[in-house]
């Protein structure tokens, strides 16, 4: 059974020494454990060990109790947030009256109350961060920033001629996104919006822009996202300067229009944005354009295409009119009567070559046709000699080849008879016999 502390009774009315309970927390059993106020005094020694710390944070909630007042600090990057205790002699001393909203530092100490087990973080000293001190901070921020490239202009986006459909982060029922819609629907009536309405100021802001942020983002609807918030103080304006959603905007796909505040406003976001718009609506002129300007330059140019249409029928008529009056196509049969009169020339020269050809080849057919002539046999008849033939039809150029009583064919100049042979006489003289 448990027992309990040297000089208190136990279960069994019994007292126990001290130096028989675990001497640390792993030690204890089922069998052997701590006494519960053991341990809170174990606790509250450890803790009262603890150093103090300075943190930082937005008075979101506070209230005042009689001599103590109690309030919640939230970071102002994440959703955390811390319930604290004050003195009202220590809340007096920070010389200027801290309401929610607050953005200040303090020095934290942890407090266990044994009794009731509960832990309390009570704050020693606090203190508002100063316009000076916040504007330090922002700008060591944005040259932090500014070195990393997040506002280089190679890294904006060109936002679309005509969104698709238009994103739009604001408070709810606010004038900023009265300006935005107004004023897109003005310029172009069709154009249509995702509102997300959210926080735009109170630590509640950050996180509540940059969740609508990614769920814009990710829709492939959007085509351009706006981030808009009326005029307020620099306090009003921090969100818009949080390095965290400074970040988001950078690495969104969709290009982001910023226009927080008046011209004079200038968060961090409107430097990493793809485009500053002074406000709100400034921004629903430069997103959308004006379907007015837009139809005038459309009536424009059309009369500029117009005119360049007739300006080139114009030059191709005047070409066109001075190629018909060249002498070629004004009277087109010149051309045919100058061909027409070389082609009778060509012809008269071709038929008289043609000619003086057919005739020297007369004349050399004749030419051949008498030295064929004189060659020809018939010749040779007309000069008094003759061919004769046997009854075979052989000529008979030896007169061994006949004999007296043969017959044979005698063909002359002009005609043929036969002829008997009635003597053979043999030539003995070549000479003679080739005369």
Not at 81 to 93: A, M, T, Y
Not at 196 to 201: I, W, Y
Not at 403 to 420: Q, Y
Request: net charge negative; hydrophobic share 40%.
């Amino acid at each position: 059974m448990a027992q309990r502390i040297s000089g208190t009774p136990g279960t069994l009315g019994e007292t126990v020494d001290a130096q028989e309970l675990p001497a640390t927390a792993g030690e204890t059993t089922a069998e052997n454990p701590w006494p519960l106020s053991l341990l809170s005094s174990k606790m509250k020694s450890y803790i009262d060990r603890m150093s103090s710390v300075w943190i930082e944070g937005q008075v979101v909630e506070l209230n005042h109790r009689g001599k103590a007042s109690y309030l919640t600090l939230r970071d102002t990057d994440v959703e955390t947030s811390l319930p604290v205790q004050i003195w009202k002699n220590v809340l007096e001393r920070t010389g200027a009256p801290l309401s929610e909203g607050s953005h200040v530092v303090a020095n934290l100490k942890a407090d266990f109350w044994t009794k009731t087990g509960r832990l309390t973080m009570r704050a020693n000293d606090i203190r508002a961060v100063g316009l000076g001190e916040l504007l330090a901070r922002l700008e060591r921020l944005k040259k932090q920033l500014g070195a990393e490239g997040l506002f280089d202009p190679n890294r904006k986006k060109r936002l679309p001629f005509l969104p698709n459909r238009i994103g739009l982060i604001t408070g709810r029922d606010s004038d900023a996104q009265k300006d935005v819609v107004q004023n897109v629907h003005l310029r172009w009536p069709a154009a249509e919006f995702e509102i997300r309405n959210c926080a735009v100021q109170g630590p509640d802001a950050v996180p509540g822009v940059m969740k609508n942020l990614a769920e814009l983002d990710a829709d492939p609807q959007i085509d351009i996202i706006v981030i808009a918030r009326g005029g307020g103080s620099m306090e009003d304006l921090l969100p818009f300067s949080n390095e965290a959603l400074v970040r988001a905007v950078s690495e969104a796909k969709t290009p982001v229009v910023s226009a927080i505040g008046h011209e004079a406003d200038r968060p961090i976001l409107d430097e990493v944005a793809d485009l500053r718009a002074s406000t709100p609506t400034d921004a629903a002129k430069r997103i959308v354009p004006d379907v007015a300007e837009e139809a005038m330059n459309l009536l424009r140019a059309r009369a500029e295409l117009d005119a360049a249409v007739n300006r080139i029928i114009d030059r191709e008529q005047e070409m066109l009119t001075a190629v018909r009056s060249r002498p070629v196509l004004a009277e087109p049969q010149t051309m045919v009567t100058a061909h027409e009169e070389q082609l009778r020339l060509v012809r008269r020269r071709s038929l008289q070559a043609t000619t003086t050809r057919v005739m020297q080849g007369q004349t050399e057919i004749n030419h051949l046709r008498s030295q064929a002539r004189s060659l020809s046999p018939l010749r040779t008849l007309e000069r008094g000699y003759a061919v004769v033939q046997s009854d075979d039809g052989q000529a008979i150029r030896d007169s061994n080849e006949v004999k007296a009583g043969d017959g044979v064919h005698v063909r002359v100049a002009h005609g043929r008879f036969d002829a008997a042979v009635t003597a053979v006489q043999e030539s003995t003289d070549s000479s003679q016999a080739t005369e």
